[in-house]
């Protein structure tokens, strides 16, 4: 089974941007739609963003424009650039092979204001 790692979150001021990766323990060629989901404080957990192959891309609406999803079926990775974060941006990021139902473990992003 494939597993997810993230990284790149942290704390960065309103406005700022920050870069997401997801690295997968094996081939995620196969696997038809990853995605990064996020979890506010005391908020259901929220789709961000879908891409499907071959790079098809949904956004959520709070996040068109600003936000963008990539995947790297070679390297086995997936990235989320944010631009122009926003303090409503702040939660808990996962990477996801939705496809396959495989979850990262999560990694934390706070937008100061």
């Known amino acids: 089974q494939v597993h997810l790692v993230e990284s790149g979150g942290g704390v960065v001021q309103a406005g700022g941007s920050l870069t997401l990766s997801c690295a997968a323990s094996?081939?995620?060629?196969?696997?038809?739609?990853m995605g990064w989901y996020r979890q506010a404080p005391g908020k259901q957990r929220e789709l961000v963003a879908i891409?499907?192959?071959?790079?098809?891309?949904e956004y959520v609406n709070s996040v068109k424009g600003r936000f963008t999803i990539s995947r790297d079926d070679r390297k086995n990775r997936l990235a989320l650039r944010m631009n122009n974060l926003k303090p409503e941006d702040t939660g808990v990021y996962y990477c996801?092979?939705?496809?396959?139902?495989?979850w990262g473990q999560g990694t934390q992003v706070t937008v100061a204001t």
């Open positions: 094996g081939s995620i060629a196969n696997i038809g739609i």
């Open positions: 891409i499907g192959l071959p790079g098809s891309t």
């Open positions: 996801v092979a939705q496809t396959a139902g495989i």
